[in-house]
T-cell receptor, first 116, second 118 residues
Framework: NAGVTQTPKFRVLKTGQSMTLLCAQD?????MYWYRQDPGMGLRLIHY???????AKGEVPDGYNVSRLKKQNFLLGLESAAPSQTSVYFC???????????????FGPGTRLTVL | AQKITQTQPGMFVQEKEAVTLDCTYD???????LFWYKQPSSGEMIFLIY??????QNATEGRYSLNFQKARKSANLVISASQLGDSAMYFC???????????????FGTGTRLKVLA
């Protein structure tokens, strides 16, 4: 099992350019998440998905769009990149929360994005 | 108000000693989950331990234990017999129930950087 993989690992964009980050998981998890990590701020949830074809906004959704066309894939899009979106982006997946169970999130290795 | 508070930006501990990393949380939801993750300098996020709000006993995973004090809304991580490889950033996180929005919320603290000294 590869777990959670992210593509690409590094990217440099110019302001206004667009790009898509791909997350894939092979654990048959229902939930998938996109976070950004900035120094001193921990991880902040951008968007998440509770199943194929559904997405929901997290704490910092502005400037990002997502799609979950297949259960195993979760895409994060930046339509017009801004320097404020320079960050490390983490994807994660989990089973759905259920009483008596755990929705431990398994993380990808991260994507380091720089917007000039 | 912060939902997850980690008041220790940095901690030092001597190798083989125990260390406690503090985490307090704020929620009105009776059903929630608490997690601790480790992030070494290589950058990956590693799950350590989970505590559900209905769990009667404190969670333990090897050298990790979670000191869950529900009334005080604290979920401190205890690492016993520290090792040099424990040097990393540690994040406390909470999952709240659906509430009025109908969706779950996942919130991370700002982290505590632990340095284990030889």
């Amino acid at each position: 099992n590869a777990g959670v993989t992210q593509t690409p690992k590094f990217r440099v964009l110019k302001t206004g350019q667009s790009m898509t980050l791909l997350c894939a998981q092979d654990m048959n998890h229902e939930y998938m998440y996109w976070y950004r990590q900035d120094p001193g701020m921990g991880l902040r949830l951008i968007h998440y998905s509770v199943g194929e074809g559904t997405t929901a906004k997290g704490e910092v959704p502005d400037g990002y769009n997502v799609s979950r066309l297949k259960k195993q894939n979760f895409l994060l899009g930046l339509e017009s990149a801004a320097p404020s979106q320079t960050s490390v982006y983490f994807c994660a997946s989990s089973y759905s929360p259920r009483k008596g169970g755990t929705d431990t999130q398994y993380f990808g290795p991260g994507t380091r994005l720089t917007v000039l | 108000a912060q939902k997850i508070t980690q008041t220790q930006p940095g901690m030092f501990v001597q190798e083989k000693e125990a260390v406690t990393l503090d985490c307090t949380y704020d929620t009105s939801d009776p059903s929630y989950g608490l997690f601790w993750y480790k992030q070494p300098s290589s950058g990956e996020m590693i799950f350590l331990i989970y505590q559900g709000s209905y769990d009667q006993q404190n969670a333990t995973e090897g050298r990790y234990s979670l000191n869950f004090q529900k009334a005080r809304k604290s979920a401190n991580l205890v690492i016993s017999a520290s090792q040099l490889g424990d040097s990393a950033m540690y994040f406390c996180a909470m999952r709240e129930g659906k509430g009025t929005s109908g969706t779950y919320k996942y919130i991370f603290g700002t982290g505590t950087r632990l340095k284990v000294l030889a």
